[in-house]
C-alpha cells in the first residue's frame, strides 16, 4: 500500500466587482481588490493586479523561506528584502505570458555569518513552493550587507 504525501488546501473566493475589477477573499482574512492593470486596459494603478499578485506570490515566498529557514538553523538576520520584477511576452510557445521572475535578495548579518547566509538563501531558492511550482526560470542574485545602513 502506497503511503499518500500529506495536502493542503488553499481555497479562495473571487468575485467580480463591476467593469475589470474584482475582490479576492479568504475565510479570516482582509478582501482584496484585484483589477485589471493599466498596461491591459485597467482603469485603477492604486489596485493590486493578478500581475502583481504572481510576482508576489514568488517575492513574498522566497521571503518566508528565507526567515523561516534561518530561525532554524540560528541565523540571526538584521534586515531582508526581496525585490522581483516579473517579465511579460511572447513565450518560446508562441503564448503571450510570464516569461521570467528576476529577485534580489539583500540580506544583512553579521559578517561572520556571510558565508552561512549566502548558503541558506541558495536553499531557499531552491525550495521556495511558490518558485518550484512555476513553470518559467526564477533567478534570484544575493546581496549580503554587514552593515544594517547599508540595507
Not at 485597467?42 to 514568488?58: C, H, R
Amino acid at each position: 500500500m502506497a503511503v499518500r504525501s500529506r495536502e493542503f488546501h488553499f481555497p479562495v473566493d473571487v468575485e467580480w466587482s463591476g467593469g475589470r475589477r474584482t475582490t479576492a477573499r479568504v475565510e479570516g482574512k482582509a478582501p482584496l481588490d484585484i483589477a485589471t492593470p493599466p498596461e491591459f486596459k485597467g482603469t485603477d494603478p492604486t489596485v493590486w493586479s493578478p500581475e502583481d499578485a504572481f510576482v508576489a506570490a514568488a517575492a513574498s515566498c522566497l521571503a518566508v523561506t528565507i526567515a523561516g529557514m534561518a530561525d532554524r538553523e540560528g541565523l540571526a538576520m538584521r534586515a531582508l528584502s526581496v525585490s522581483a520584477d516579473g517579465v511579460v511576452g511572447r513565450r518560446e510557445d508562441g503564448a503571450f505570458g510570464f516569461t521570467r521572475i528576476t529577485q534580489q535578495v539583500s540580506l544583512a548579518v553579521g559578517a561572520e555569518h556571510e558565508d552561512a547566509a549566502r548558503a541558506l538563501v541558495e536553499k531557499a531558492h531552491a525550495t521556495c513552493l511558490v518558485a518550484v511550482s512555476l513553470d518559467l526560470p526564477v533567478d534570484t542574485t544575493i546581496e549580503i550587507r554587514h552593515d544594517l545602513a547599508e540595507v
